[in-house]
């Protein structure tokens, strides 16, 4: 192994309790199926560095951090919106120009006066997601950041949480991500066994 300053390890796991219906697409058996993805990454930084690396989330943050997230993905929802928008207009405001036909120079205003109205269908298909921000009594410091929304296909629609977890012992910096199909409660549960047992594992780095 190369020497550095920070060592990294991790490992990845994927669950599902029916494979051949992954593969398959078949909207009924898919409704049906179970899905769990989960990343474990262990980051040792150099004890000088701690501060420059690792922020501490402490209970009473949780609250003013969930608030910023949220505004923040909707500021970003708002402006990716915003620029599809833009993108959309200027392409058929170009498109006159390529054509001398009148009926479909017609049928361009009429689709340049309709974005506004497929604009909105667009915003009301998309995810409704938020954040949910909350810290966990494990190790010297530990917090969860809750992804939560709808994701819809055509061929299913189901909740599908997304958990990122921060847990640190000392120097030992331990990130998990965990998502899937399952229910929000099932997989806060799986979070917590791996959470316990990666403070366990890197109890000894502490002060």
């Known amino acids: ?47 000088d560095r701690m501060s420059k690396v690792v922020d501490d989330l402490q209970p009473e943050e949780a609250s003013p951090l969930q608030r910023k997230l949220n505004r923040q993905l909707g500021e970003f929802m708002d402006f990716s919106l915003e620029a599809m928008k833009k993108t959309k207009i200027a392409e058929l405001q170009e498109k ?37 921000v909350y810290t966990r009594d494990f190790g010297d410091n530990c917090y969860v950041v809750n992804m939560k929304g709808d994701v819809k296909l055509p061929e299913i629609t189901f909740a599908a949480p997304n958990l990122q977890a921060c847990l640190r012992n000392g120097n030992a910096v331990v990130f998990i991500g965990l998502g899937g199909n399952y229910t929000e409660e099932q997989l806060k549960k799986a979070l917590d066994l791996f959470l316990s047992e990666m403070d366990a594992r890197t109890a000894f780095f502490r002060n």
């Open 1 to 47: 192994m190369t020497r550095s300053e920070e060592n990294n390890n991790g490992m990845m796991c994927t669950t599902c309790d029916n494979w051949a219906a992954l593969q398959s697409g078949e909207a009924d058996v898919l409704s049906k199926m179970h899905l769990r993805h989960v990343v474990v990454t262990l980051t040792i930084p150099d004890r």
């Open 96 to 132: 006159p120009r390529e054509t001398a036909d009148l009926d479909r120079r017609s049928e361009i205003q009429k689709e340049l006066a309709n974005i506004p109205t497929a604009m909105q269908q667009v915003k009301g298909k998309l995810p409704k997601v938020e954040v949910e």
